[in-house]
């Protein structure tokens, strides 16, 4: 019983950690949206596929750096 009860509680965490992220998400959302100018989704645009997960981190870091941005990644 106690098994199904810890499975139980590890799912609600997950859940309030998504909860959680999301809002934080919303949030800076809001907060970028309130101070940038200028609509930046273009230079986040391509046509490439990427191999892997790092590479594609690696090309939108290189992208946002070159933009005078930080990228940050939530988990």
Known sequence: MEDHHFSYLSFLDSQA?????????????DFVHD????????HFTTDDIFPTREDLIKWVRGVAYNLGFVVIILR
């Open 35 to 42: 101070i940038c100018e200028q609509d930046y989704t273009s």
């Open 17 to 29: 950690d998504s909860q959680l992220n999301c809002s934080l998400m919303s949030e800076f959302s």
